[in-house]
């Protein structure tokens, strides 16, 4: 059974930073490439960063390049999100998606909230 699993959210004031995480099992994860998606708030689900089996540093959406980084620790089939220097339209629910072969598996986002 495939479980995504997402932690990390909350709220943060603008400047601020959060690390989201996003637990994977059910699948081989160092072979997946694992992504970060967010929804903010009367706009479509956007693409945020991914980063492929193997690789130590992803790439990321302009908007959050120079803040966000993404990574990933294939023994404890982790990827994370390092957000930094949050602005409010950082606000939205984010998910993890992992793209295994063709094989797309969500978890069920967490809330990121920045405001003072």
């Known amino acids: 059974q495939v479980q995504v699993m997402e932690s990390g959210g909350g709220l943060v004031q603008p400047g601020g930073s959060l690390r989201l995480s996003c637990a994977a099992s059910?699948?081989?994860?160092?072979?997946?490439?694992m992504s970060w998606f967010r929804q903010i708030p009367a706009k479509e689900r956007e693409w945020v960063a991914t980063?492929?089996?193997?690789?130590?540093?992803?790439i990321c959406t302009d908007s959050v390049k120079g803040r966000f980084t993404i990574s990933r620790d294939d023994a404890k089939n982790t990827v994370y999100l390092q957000m930094n220097d949050l602005k409010p339209e950082d606000t939205g629910v984010y998910y993890c998606?992992?793209?295994?072969?063709?094989?797309?598996?969500w978890g069920q986002g967490t809330q990121v909230t920045v405001s003072s």
């Open positions: 998606r992992g793209n295994y072969w063709g094989n797309y598996y």
């Open positions: 059910g699948f081989t994860f160092r072979d997946a490439a």
């Open positions: 980063i492929v089996s193997g690789d130590l540093t992803g």
